[in-house]
């Protein structure tokens, strides 16, 4: 269930257009398509509008025997972000409807049709609900734009629909096969192929499972030879419960999503020829499912991750970082990358720290840090960079392993960054940055582009970084 809606582009607004939508702002009246047969400006008086993005003034206006209307849409000071507001507004107000023929505004039609697309999307099983608006029909567009637009949109609608998929039907070999759909070479490890080639971390969080884990490889070869190989880790805990250092309840019940580094990786993955990127990709799914069982991990279980070192398990609940760790130290190892990026509802200490909208980044270059903060401004996926501290390491040491999976006596506290820190000692000497996603992975409302549930953050910020820089 993505985005059920239709796009498409036409070179001018059609006559009998029964449900129209204009722009205007502040100092710009709407273009005169339309004869709305009132006088624009005391229209906007009795309706005290101001030109604000988000806001919509309805108009009937005669169509043949009957009643069309006119949208006319606020457009803010026209910018990406005040175009994003307007069209998910525009799309909510016409839920229901056959068709919507936007006149697009000035700017940038990428996101303003990104947007209008994203406010489409629902996730429901059953019976459905209200259905969004069959088309969207943008009228006087560039068709590259709104094309790109709508590639991004039904990518971040497929993160979405994996994270939104409820545990009892995703588990690592299902996810496994989702990436196969996405017509790139795959590679997939099975529980034997995990256990010849050594890896630990992701056997010894998915060993309490009735499922087990997966490592899924796919692979992006741009048709011109690239420049450069940029790796990109995805978390795919496809259910935390915390196992046996379980979880309340509470906390639990949103645990589902605690793959959606995972599906940003495929749904990226997926989307990158599409958008015709320059570089080489390589995307790597860490997929488990951690559970407590009598085959369970227990908290001072020593673990032995890729490459050889060892972990003392002093929290199982701490899984994510064990199944990266793994995958991180692989691509160091076996693929070569230029960057390596990794993404992951690492902890709930970041949602503490930067809250719902923004996600948490951590980097080891600057410039890349740069690039990937930069590319979260465009495209409204935003990203604050956070510092790695290094005397803070000193708490990840244990007494019987090379290193403890959480800071034990809690001396400095930070959970989101000694959780960095922990990935830091597996992503080797090449420029590495970290997403943690834990607070903008899932939503609380059902708003503007988002809805309830999984987000699809991050696809819009990777796709950015990977096909415009
Ligand atoms: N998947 C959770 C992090 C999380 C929490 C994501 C809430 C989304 C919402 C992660 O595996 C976890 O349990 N982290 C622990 C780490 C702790 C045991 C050191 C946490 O944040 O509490
Ligand atoms: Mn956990
Ligand atoms: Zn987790």
Redesign the pocket.
């Known amino acids: 269930m993505p985005i059920e809606t239709a796009a498409s582009v036409v070179a001018e607004v059609p006559a009998d257009a029964a449900l129209l939508a204009v722009p205007y702002s502040a100092d710009l009246d709407p273009p005169a398509v339309v004869d709305l047969r009132v006088p624009v400006a005391g229209l906007f008086a009795h309706y005290e509008a101001k030109g604000e993005a988000g806001e919509i003034v309805e108009v009937p206006v005669a169509r043949g025997d009957g009643v069309g209307r006119v949208l006319l849409y606020g457009v803010g000071d026209g910018s990406p972000r005040a175009l994003r507001k307007a069209a998910a507004a525009l799309t909510r107000r016409v839920r229901g409807q056959d068709e919507l023929v936007v006149l697009t505004p000035e700017g940038d039609v990428t996101a303003f049709a990104e947007a209008a697309l994203l406010a489409a999307y629902s996730f429901k099983i059953g019976a459905p609900g209200r259905q969004p608006v069959a088309a969207l029909t943008f009228a006087g567009a560039d068709e590259g734009q709104v094309r790109r637009g709508e590639s991004v949109a039904r990518a971040v609608a497929l993160a979405r629909d994996l994270a939104n998929t409820p545990s009892s039907v995703k588990n690592p070999a299902w996810l496994a096969d989702r990436a196969a759909e996405q017509g790139l070479p795959v590679r997939v490890w099975d529980e034997e192929a995990l256990r010849a080639e050594g890896f630990g971390g992701i056997l010894g969080v998915g060993q309490g499972s009735a499922s087990p884990p997966r490592l899924i490889q796919l692979s992006y070869t741009p048709a011109e030879p690239a420049a450069r190989h940029v790796v990109l880790v995805g978390k795919g805990?496809t259910f935390?419960s915390?196992g046996l250092s379980l979880k309340p309840t509470d906390?639990m019940k949103?645990?589902k999503t605690?793959m959606a580094g995972g599906a940003v990786v495929i749904a990226v993955l997926g989307a990158l020829a599409r958008l015709g990127a320059p570089v080489r990709v390589t995307g790597l799914i860490a997929a488990a499912e951690n559970m407590p069982s009598g085959t369970a991990q227990r908290p001072s279980d020593v673990i032995r991750q890729y490459g050889g070192r060892t972990v003392e398990v002093l929290?199982t609940?701490?899984?994510?970082r064990l199944v990266l760790a793994d995958a991180l130290a692989y691509a160091d190892a076996e693929l070569d990358p230029d960057v390596v990026v990794d993404i992951a509802?690492?902890?709930?200490?970041m949602?503490v720290a930067l809250g719902r909208n923004v996600g948490g980044l951590y980097a080891t270059d600057d410039e890349l840090a740069g690039q990937l903060v930069a590319a979260g401004r465009e495209s409204d996926d935003r990203l604050w960079r956070m510092p790695l501290i290094d005397d803070y390491a000193d708490g990840l040491r244990s007494s019987v392993a090379d290193l403890a999976n959480?800071e034990v006596g809690s001396t400095y506290g930070a959970?989101s960054i000694t959780a960095a820190l922990f990935l830091r000692e597996f992503a080797g000497k090449r420029p590495w940055a970290h997403l943690d996603i834990?607070g903008v992975?899932r939503s609380t409302v059902d708003e503007g582009v988002l809805t309830k549930g999984a987000t699809g953050f991050g696809v819009r910020v990777l796709l950015e970084w990977l096909t415009r820089s």
């Open positions: 805990i935390d915390g906390n949103t645990q605690d929290n609940d701490a899984e994510g509802t690492l902890t709930g200490a949602s959480i959970g834990a992975g």
